[in-house]
Structures are given as C-alpha cells and as structure tokens.
C-alpha cells in the first residue's frame, strides 16, 4: 500500500519573489494532505506512478485560475521509498542509486583506489543512456554473470524518460528516515560494545569477531527489554514478517519514554 500525499512548502509573489507564506514544518504529517492510496506492491505500481507525474506535468505546465489570480506551480516527487525508487529508475540490480561502485567494493572487500571516497556518478540522462545501449530489440535488458561493471544494476527501461524527474528520484533519501538512522545508532553500538572497529555485520568479513558480535546484540537487546519492555532489533513474533525496529518503537527509544 502506497499513500500519496501533497504537501505545501511556500507561496511567494511571482512578479516580486516576495514570500507569502513558508512551511516551517514540512517535515511534520500535519502539513501533509492525502491525494490517494494505491494498493499493491512497488513492482505493480507503474500505472498509478505514470498518471501521478501526469497530472503533476500539467500543473506545472501552465497557470492554475483562483479568483482573480494566475497560481503556478512548481513541484516535485519526494521522499520515495528506496525498493520503489529502484523500479521507477529501471535500476532493480543496483547496489546503490548513487554510484556504481559494487557491493563487494562498498562493504570493503573491493579496493576502492585511486580514491578513499564514493563519487555520484549517476544521472537521470546516465540511467536512460546506459539502458539505450543495452536493451535488446523487444526492450528488454540482457543479464549475464559478472556483468556489473557493463551493466551496473541496470534491469529495465526507466520508469520516467524527464531526466528532471530521474535526477530527483535518484538524489533523494528514501523514507523511514528515523528507522534507518536508529538502525545505524544501534549497528555502532553493537560493534563498540564487541570491540569491532570493521563496519560490517556479516558472518564471512567478521571471521571469529562475529560471535562478539552477536553476544553484544543479545546483550544490549536484554537490557533495554529489561528497562523498557520494549523487544528491540528482533524477529518480529507477530508472523507478519521483519523486523521489530518499527517507526513507533524507534520513536518511543528516541523519545522521553
């Protein structure tokens, strides 16, 4: 299930640039206002997310009438959901929607050299391009193995063809935003409690240091179980699969609870 919202950041003069009103809590879902909920999966979401950036093109296109008064509009698509985004880029194969470095290069396997950093090297022309020049003659992409370099997680035609749009989906942050920095809080706290300084949470890269790992994890779940009640970074036992790290108890770790 997928809820879009519409959320208004500012209204200004046009002919002057003078401010008529300012968000100052466009973060917050009471400036939020529901447009429609779509139901599925993100793999079954193409037809709504197409008529979405329709409707929104024509807004953006020309003038709305209000009373006495010619509104433009100028708007984007935000805070996608990072599985979602990767469908609507045609990069489903992707390590990362920001570069093409490879998983093994990312989680410190790989050499990194000439550079100790990650460059953005993706753009919404670079995502069309790099499927212009591998689709076949029915559209689809051809996959082999070991074809990341060539291929870089590419898996089908973009969603969108505005390069406008591609660039923004592929610079945002996807949701969930407290969730994924709660889980980083907790994956150093887990590390520094075992004395592990590599960042990785994997059995293989860890060795013999991951058993601390996982005693470190048990650890530090009892204890916040114990003070709170609260079953932290677990399993979660109510069958509908994941994790128990979910937004309201991230909220209420986070919180004066």
């Not at 670079?126 to 060539?150: F, I, M, R, S």
């Not at 706290?189 to 075992?194: K, N, R, V």
Request: proline content about 4%; glycine content about 8%.
């Amino acid at each position: 299930m997928f809820l879009y919202m519409f959320c208004l950041l500012g209204v200004e003069d046009r002919d002057t640039g003078q401010p008529l009103y300012v968000n100052n809590s466009s973060n917050s879902p009471h400036t939020h206002r529901p447009l429609f909920i779509a139901m599925g999966k993100e793999e079954v979401m193409d037809d709504d997310v197409e008529r979405v950036m329709k409707e929104i093109k024509e807004l953006l296109e020309g003038p709305v009438r209000m009373g006495d008064c010619n509104v433009y509009i100028d708007g984007k698509m935000s805070l996608v959901d990072s599985k979602f985004r990767k469908n609507m880029l045609g990069l489903g194969g992707a390590w990362c929607m920001l570069c093409h470095v490879t998983v093994d290069t990312g989680c410190g396997r790989g050499d990194l050299e000439p550079y100790d950093f990650f460059f953005i090297t993706r753009s919404g022309k670079e995502v069309q391009d790099t499927y212009d020049n591998l689709k076949d003659d029915e559209g689809c992409v051809p996959t082999k193995t070991d074809d990341y370099a060539e291929r870089a997680g590419t898996s089908e035609a973009p969603l969108l063809q505005d390069f406008e749009t591609l660039d923004s989906l592929i610079f945002l942050s996807p949701l969930h935003a407290i969730m994924r920095v709660f889980s980083w809080v907790l994956i150093l706290m887990y590390h520094l409690m075992a004395g592990i300084l590599r960042w990785s949470e994997g059995k293989v890269v860890l060795g013999s240091s991951y058993q601390f790992y996982v005693a470190a994890k048990k650890r530090a779940n009892e204890v916040v179980k114990a003070k709170t009640g609260i079953l932290m970074d677990a399993p979660d036992p109510t069958g509908k699969r994941g994790n128990t790290l979910k937004r309201d108890i991230c909220k209420r770790l986070l919180g004066e609870e």
